[in-house]
């Protein structure tokens, strides 16, 4: 079956991985929705790139009516996100956090999966369907950090985790059941919280991390195109309103 799949951030960490992996079924049409200043890769048959800055609400609406009259709309992937990388040198404590730190992390990682689901559902809302069938699709990619609180012992420094990387992440789990319980049968809103990706972290992070993950790891960067593969399908079709966990078992202890 033929679906446009819509994934913002897919120039990201995760949402590279997303575009690459979902592009290799040729029934899928990928439309990724990032900065213009994006790292754009090689073009492939069925993958198309829309600079959207996804905290602007016109520009939004704008790529979207384009977007919804050349592909459709069936499955939005909410993967944009700010999170600021570990420095000794910043200070991150709460009592000294800056305001406008605040606001840029809120309006990606928040606001802006706000306006997008706003803006698909609308259009999703026009679509004919059968019964028991959605009209589209919301994945919201969360995190551990959503659920529990960062352990600041691991940064071995004077920084401390973002405050409002935890908040905003934890407001996009509610948001996804928000979704689920006002569209019911009509939206399919559910969740992913992956755990801590390798990315290069350094050696003493690393274990830091590692030390506080049952499995002894961390994420490798495909280890969730599967868990992605599963949200979209019509597999996953009874699972509303509900956030997928998959961080090693960080959460559990």
Known sequence: MKKTILISGGYGVLGSEFVSFLSKDENNTIIILDLPSAKVNKFVKNRYFYPVDITDEVDIQ????????????????????????????????????????????????????????????????????????????IINIASDLGIIVPDHRIYNSSYKKPVD??????????????????????????????????NGQSDILKKNLEDRIPMGRLAKRDEYNKAIEFLCSSGSDYMQGQNLIMDGGRAIW
């Open 62 to 137: 704008y790529a979207f009516r384009h977007i919804y009259k050349n592909h459709g709309i069936d499955i939005l992937i909410n993967c944009a996100a700010y999170n600021e990388q570990p420095n000794e040198n910043t200070d991150n404590s709460f009592e000294n956090y800056s305001l406008d730190k605040w606001k840029k992390t809120l309006d990606v990682n928040l606001t802006g999966a706000f306006l997008l689901s706003r803006e698909c559902i609308k259009y999703m809302l026009k679509k004919e369907r059968n019964f028991n069938e959605y009209k589209g699709t």
């Open 165 to 198: 990387y935890c908040i905003s992440k934890a407001g996009l789990i509610h948001l996804t059941k928000y979704i689920a319980s006002y569209y019911g049968n009509q939206i399919k809103s559910v969740c992913l919280s992956p755990g801590s990706v390798y």
